[in-house]
């Protein structure tokens, strides 16, 4: 199977689901909600209900929530911070229970049914908790390595009088960064697929052999995760070029922008969710096809020990047998 018939694949998948990506636009809608309500609640704390309060709200100014942050010494932003870090959390939590049901409704390659959906939802959502908790752990790793590559550059180069070997160093360490990280996503995403295909709860065996099956075939799952995230960047900066032309002059534009932000939260769902979708149609073809329990061989024939007695045929003699 090709990148290209992988890709066509995940968004024929897609196209029959389409009440999926709005599932997981309302589950982000919601934590965006609830984040920006207490992100903008600090004006109002601040400056009562008043025209200030509301045009401050209308257009937030960064630079001023950061002097109240310095002036304050950071206690008057506790409440927000940990209004928008349950947010955050809960919109993790609810975007893995929404993922179980949605790679399950790939692997069963039916017809999209909110019934199944909510059913694989239920059934796969601790095993890929454990595995998310596993991957903090690969991902901590990766960044372990980063800091060792950065220390063993500041002792080879940090001292010397040109800055062009710390230069290449960082170049050099931040493309380590990327590869690594990308790798490791890579696998996991191939582990999450391979916990819901196989239905196995073993998260942390079906980790170290997704790793082992992504660089088995390296060079077709890297292709199609690059080709993933070209489309994925590739739709983000459609959008900040679009908001870039649109004025905000008016309330018309304001609302056309508005409208912009949303299709642009429903795209990235479905840039979301056509990775899982696609890979699991290149899992699927690129798996190793199971063992098949070897045939009972066939139970030799009784060969007779004695010669059957001839019959006695009246009037004459017996025959030989």
Known sequence: MTVAEALARGVRTLKGAKRLWFLFYAANLLAAAVAAAAAMSVPFQYLG??????????????????????????????????????????????????????????????????????AGCGKHFWRLARLTIYSAIFYIAVFVVGGLLS???????????????????????????????????????????????????????????????????LRRTVALYVMLWVIAVALIAAYFGVSLVVPQTSMAMVLLLLLVRQATMIARMWSRLLFYASQVEMYDFLKPAPLLPPEPEAAPEEVPTALPEAEVVEGGAAPEP
């Not at 939590?93 to 790939?106: C, E, K, T, W, Y």
């Not at 696998?187 to 088995?216: G, M, N, P």
Request: net charge positive; hydrophobic share 60%.
């Open 151 to 217: 220390f063993m550059g500041r002792k080879l180069w940090g001292e010397g009088s040109a800055a062009t070997p710390l230069v290449y160093g960082s170049w050099f360490r931040a493309a380590v960064l990327i590869c690594l990280l990308g790798f490791v996503g890579l696998a996991f995403d191939y582990a999450r697929i391979s916990l819901v295909a196989e239905d196995s709860r073993k998260a942390f065996r079906t980790a170290f052999r997704s790793f082992r099956f992504v660089w088995r075939n």
């Open 49 to 118: 209900h008043s025209a200030w309060a509301a045009q401050m709200v209308g257009n937030f100014d960064i630079q001023w929530l950061a002097e109240i942050f310095a002036a304050s010494g950071g206690l008057s932003f506790q409440p927000v911070a940990a209004a928008m870090a349950c947010a955050w959390a809960i919109s993790g939590i609810v975007s893995l229970f929404l993922l179980g049901g949605a790679i399950h409704v790939f692997c069963a390659r039916a017809p999209f049914a909110m019934k199944d959906f909510f």
